[in-house]
């Protein structure tokens, strides 16, 4: 039932190529028929012009009629070459678009997943579903429904015509096929469950060697590699167990099939003997069928791996298909055509877990053009402001607004596009240093690319690298310091032109002095009348904000700029003189 609903689902994806289909089911019916026809010729050949009842035939007569038989086999040859190329090319081709269609799904559903579902699924898990999965897939589709297809035809075709030569002997041949089946059915049943085993299995494997290929330097830092390297180990072995418990299975496959065909073929000589001794090319052409009933089976069995891992792996990627993606924009929704900046949280309450709240009743107000920190310890909340901010989640109670309307008013797109955000550590991407500023903005030109890395104080290091703004910065910018990745993220902001709001986590958290007065100064040419809200954990960054929000617990607990906090003699101080002394918050 199972393997049914994944036909289904494939069927959106044949649709598009359809003609294609049914031309190369035209094609595959006239292979079976071709193929199926040589037997036939051989039959007549042998009865009419090589068995003792031709001697009736003079010689002329007799070499006349092999002659025109063989030139049949020839035509019936030609034609079995060109309508089996044909419909591989033709199926190859479909199978190819359709896999090419289907991983376009999967990629549009990764990027389409609620954050808060992304978190929960690990990036090996993820990539083993968009690369090996759809591999999986893509051999499931050539030469798995493709060519048990095209194989189950072959079969059915043969025992067809077996019964148009003779009905006896078709007869005695078919008592083989249940037992065959019957034993095939529940090998096919056990390698599917170890094809299931062995992809959870590679699944952990990836995900555990991405993790540790993204952590080795921290695990070098804390002497872990043996560890790593022992889990890997247990991981790597219990992959090997699960394949080796696959190729097990499908090992059965071909002494099955030889065993049968061996009793196949003397079922046949004997039943020959006793009904239909005469028919000498009868049995000859049974014995072709036998060969032409037995070779499908065998591609079969050899496509038995690829067809189960191929439906382990559908599995999964459908699994995936069929997961909820963000919420869809509202049908009519708002439009930001001005944007002041004025920020509203209104009884804001949140969790990432549903056990573990993270925001309860939290209400706020930001004025338009403040420059906003927010402090607290670690687990405070803080980050988790900007998070809904931008929607990354969804609220489980209250509401945001921006400008006085309700975010979820807006289309995300509408919505982020007025939202600049720069992380502790931005991302930054293989291409070059112009690339990753133009990041901000769509077909920015080269002089708009400088002239924002100018304002944001880049333009200094950029200028001294090997090829300037050409330069490759190499996947995830491993040639730039933390802060000099920063300053990059600032001028593709600046590039951007969010208009308003300005959101920056943690930005200078981990620059030394000088990184961050380049920062800073950056930051003030991108703010620029914006409102900002500032992430610190360093005094210099807070004591000169408009407005300083203490959060804790998940609730916002003071309020006021720094001289003001500082009076009240609460939370906020104990947090300033942890500050002071480099304690972590």
């Known amino acids: 039932m199972k393997d049914r609903h994944y036909l289904k689902q494939m069927l959106p994806f044949a649709k598009p190529y359809r003609w294609g289909l049914l031309l190369g089911l035209i094609l595959l019916l006239l292979q079976v028929v071709s193929t199926n026809l040589m037997p036939f010729l051989i039959k007549n050949a042998i009865d009419m012009y090589l068995s003792p009842k031709s001697a009736v035939l003079s010689e002329a007569e007799r070499l006349t009629g092999l002659k025109q038989l063989v030139n049949w086999m020839g035509v019936v040859a030609g034609a079995m070459f060109l309508f089996r190329i044909s419909h591989a090319y033709l199926m190859t081709w479909v199978g190819q678009h359709v896999l090419r269609d289907l991983r376009m799904e999967v990629f549009r559903k990764v990027l389409a997943l609620p954050m808060r579902r992304i978190d929960q699924l690990q990036v090996g898990r993820l990539m083993t579903r968009a690369t090996s999965d759809l591999d999986a897939l893509q051999d499931l589709v050539r030469n798995g429904f493709i060519g048990v297809l095209a194989n189950m035809l072959l079969l059915v075709g043969a025992m067809i015509f077996i019964?148009?030569?003779?009905?006896?002997?078709?007869?005695?041949?078919?008592?083989?096929?249940?037992?065959?089946?019957?034993?095939?059915?529940?090998?096919?049943?056990?390698?599917?469950?170890?094809?299931?085993?062995?992809?959870?299995?590679?699944?952990?494997?990836?995900?555990?060697?991405?993790?540790?290929?993204?952590?080795?330097?921290?695990?070098?830092?804390?002497?872990?590699?043996?560890?790593?390297?022992?889990?890997?180990?247990?991981?790597?072995?219990?992959?090997?167990?699960?394949?080796?418990?696959?190729?097990?299975?499908?090992?059965?496959?071909?002494?099955?099939?030889?065993?049968?065909?061996?009793?196949?073929?003397?079922?046949?000589?004997?039943?020959?003997?006793?009904?239909?001794?005469?028919?000498?090319?009868?049995?000859?052409?049974f014995l072709y069928f036998i060969r032409y009933?037995?070779?499908?089976?065998?591609?079969?069995?050899?496509?038995?791996?690829?067809?189960?891992?191929?439906?382990?792996?559908?599995?999964?990627?459908?699994?995936?298909?069929?997961?909820?993606?963000?919420?869809?924009?509202?049908?009519?929704?708002?439009?930001?055509?001005?944007?002041?900046?004025?920020?509203?949280?209104?009884?804001?309450?949140?969790?990432?877990?549903?056990?573990?709240?993270?925001?309860?009743?939290?209400?706020?107000?930001?004025?338009?053009?403040?420059?906003?920190?927010?402090?607290?310890?670690?687990?405070?909340?803080?980050?988790?402001?900007?998070?809904?901010?931008?929607?990354?989640?969804?609220?489980?109670?209250?509401?945001?607004?921006?400008?006085?309307i309700n975010i979820e008013s807006f289309t995300l797109h509408d919505l982020r596009k007025h939202l600049g955000m720069v992380q502790q550590d931005p991302m930054l991407f293989s291409g070059t240093?112009?690339?990753?500023?133009?990041?901000?903005?769509?077909?920015?030109?080269?002089?708009?690319?400088?002239?924002?890395?100018?304002?944001?104080?880049?333009?200094?290091?950029?200028?001294?690298?090997?090829?300037?703004?050409?330069t490759d910065l190499g996947e995830g910018g491993y040639r730039l310091s933390t802060g000099q990745k920063q300053l990059i993220a600032l001028a593709r902001i600046l590039l951007q032109d969010p208009e308003v709001i300005l959101m920056l986590d943690e930005a200078t958290a981990s620059v030394d002095s000088e990184t961050e007065l380049l920062i800073q100064e950056g930051l003030e040419a991108v703010r620029n009348g914006r409102t900002c809200i500032a992430i610190a954990h360093r005094l210099s960054t807070i004591q000169h904000a408009d407005l300083i929000l203490v959060m804790r617990h998940g609730k916002l607990v003071e309020q006021g700029t720094h001289q003001e906090l500082l009076m009240k003699d609460g939370y906020y101080q104990s947090l300033v003189e942890a500050m002071r002394i480099g304690v972590e918050l």
């Open 163 to 285: 019964w148009l030569i003779e009905w006896r002997l078709a007869l005695a041949f078919y008592l083989v096929i249940p037992v065959l089946v019957t034993l095939l059915t529940w090998i096919n049943r056990q390698s599917r469950k170890a094809q299931r085993e062995a992809r959870s299995a590679v699944s952990m494997l990836n995900s555990s060697t991405q993790e540790s290929l993204s952590g080795l330097f921290t695990l070098r830092v804390f002497n872990q590699r043996d560890r790593m390297r022992e889990r890997l180990v247990r991981q790597s072995e219990a992959f090997c167990a699960a394949r080796m418990r696959v190729v097990n299975w499908n090992t059965w496959h071909f002494p099955i099939l030889e065993v049968t065909r061996a009793f196949a073929v003397s079922i046949l000589i004997l039943a020959c003997g006793l009904w239909v001794p005469e028919q000498t090319g009868s049995l000859v052409a």
């Open 293 to 404: 009933f037995f070779r499908p089976l065998v591609e079969l069995a050899e496509q038995s791996q690829q067809l189960q891992s191929g439906l382990a792996s559908a599995e999964r990627v459908f699994a995936l298909l069929n997961e909820e993606e963000v919420p869809p924009d509202p049908e009519n929704p708002r439009r930001l055509e001005s944007v002041k900046g004025k920020i509203e949280f209104k009884k804001v309450n949140f969790a990432y877990e549903e056990t573990h709240p993270v925001l309860r009743e939290l209400s706020l107000k930001i004025q338009p053009g403040q420059f906003v920190a927010v402090v607290g310890a670690t687990g405070a909340g803080k980050s988790t402001l900007l998070s809904l901010l931008n929607r990354f989640y969804e609220l489980q109670s209250g509401e945001i607004l921006l400008d006085d």
């Open 433 to 470: 240093v112009a690339d990753n500023i133009g990041l901000g903005r769509e077909g920015a030109d080269e002089k708009a690319v400088e002239a924002a890395a100018r304002r944001v104080n880049a333009h200094r290091f950029i200028a001294k690298m090997d090829k300037g703004y050409q």
